[in-house]
């Protein structure tokens, strides 16, 4: 195993329960996200001992009365070859007709291996829809409750040959609900409450430093905070979309979601059963905790649809625990229903946190061109339904972790 650096046991202030890795092992509902550099060779050709390695893994889960789904990559590396194509696809058109041809292909293997070992899975293809719709989003998570029913192991990826994120968000500037399919497995982890989600890459796990620039970078067994983590590995595999970054990223959502993550190799042999068997492999990061399923749906699933931008002294006053009322309001942006998710935003414009707001934008503009001196008037967004963004540790305030109200 690849030399370790044990990050030390958290402050209780860190909000991370005080657990050993060993709770991995009892783990009922199991989330494996399997990415592109594990599922096919550097030329693009499928792996296929690693796909069956990890089917077989899940069909022996399921033997053992747990609940697996995986999260899969692959299809457009798939459509590549088939299609002949002698570089990577580097458009949004070409990358989408290689998913549409590759992913039925990549099903194709599963069903295979799953039927061999007598077990039944069945396609999922997900959409940025699918999670920003709240009614969508509840009917996924009772579709995917009814398989787990019937022992049937659900395998989903993201239906890139109609959505993929470079091409529905050029020019909107808005950021995607999940752009890599680490945050669809963290999102559909959290969905789920799972116990686990393990993130299968080419790489050890979170290193030190990155490991092509120094060859002295180790790895770092354990994070109990993600989202404070400074990385310097920023480069991504020729075939997938999502970094380093993106995995840890992922494993923020997932903690939040009250689920433990593990950033793992999948090119090392026996790395699921090392992993399910609570052992020291890969970077963990253990659950925190967890918001409720709807404030997670606000963070992390839903689209914008505006922006309310505060005034001066309002942040520090929102994060006390107040309701968003007119008066705290400098600026409404966008077009937005009641109801709709809106991003809450400081002066300068940083992002303080979102909200589901109470009234349409026409009536937020009047109310603020109508605020009184003091932070009355109003109200906005109700306390209930504002969830604000986590502020790193050592912040001046001394304050720490996120707030769901």
């Not at 963290?186 to 092509?212: F, K, Q, Y």
């Not at 077009?335 to 026409?362: H, K, M, N, T, Y």
Request: proline share 6%; hydrophobic share 40%.
């Amino acid at each position: 195993m690849t030399q370790a650096q044990q990050i030390p046991t958290p402050r209780p202030e860190t909000g991370v329960p005080d657990v050993t890795r060993e709770v991995t092992a009892r783990a009922g509902r199991i989330v494996l996200k399997v990415g592109t550099g594990v599922l096919t060779h550097p030329d693009g050709t499928i792996a296929l001992a690693r796909l069956f390695s990890v089917v077989e893994v899940a069909s022996r889960l399921r033997r053992e009365g747990r609940e697996v789904l995986i999260v899969t990559s692959g299809a457009v590396g798939l459509g590549r070859v088939a299609l002949q194509l002698p570089d990577p696809p580097d458009t949004a058109e070409l990358k989408q007709t290689c998913a549409a041809v590759g992913q039925s292909r990549l099903m194709e293997l599963y069903q295979q291996g799953f039927a061999r070992l007598g077990v039944t899975c069945a396609q999922i293809l997900i959409t940025w829809t699918d999670f920003d719709d709240r009614v969508r989003y509840l009917n996924l998570h009772e579709t995917l409750q009814s398989l787990f029913r019937l022992g049937v192991v659900p395998i989903v990826n993201e239906n890139d040959a109609i959505s993929l994120n470079d091409r529905v968000y050029r020019g909107t500037g808005k950021r995607p609900i999940f752009d890599d399919n680490d945050r669809l497995g963290a999102l559909v982890a959290s969905e789920l409450a799972a116990d686990l989600i393990v993130l299968l890459t080419d790489v050890p796990g979170v290193m030190t430093a990155d490991p092509r620039r120094d060859p002295g970078a180790t790895l770092i067994t354990r994070i109990d905070r993600p989202e404070d983590h400074e990385i310097e590995i920023d480069g991504q595999s020729d075939a997938g979309r999502g970094g380093m970054a993106s995995k840890l990223e992922a494993a923020s959502v997932a903690s939040r979601g009250g689920c433990h993550t593990v950033i793992a190799s999948g090119l090392a042999p026996g790395v699921l059963d090392r992993v399910l068997a609570g052992e020291e492999e890969g970077t963990w990061v253990p659950p925190r905790q967890a918001l409720s399923s709807r404030s997670r749906w606000i963070a992390y699933c839903s689209h914008p649809r505006g922006t309310l931008v505060l005034g001066p002294e309002a942040v520090d006053r929102l994060r006390g625990g107040t309701a968003l009322r007119a008066g705290a309001v400098a600026k409404a942006e966008g077009q937005f229903r009641r109801g709709d998710v809106v991003e809450i935003r400081a002066p300068d414009g940083a992002l303080v946190g979102r909200g589901v707001v109470a009234v349409d934008s026409a009536v937020a503009r009047e109310a603020v061109a109508r605020r009184p001196a003091s932070f009355g008037g109003r109200e906005l967004v109700a306390r209930e339904h504002i969830i604000l963004k986590h502020r790193p540790q050592g912040r001046p305030d001394g304050s720490n972790g996120d707030s769901n109200g």
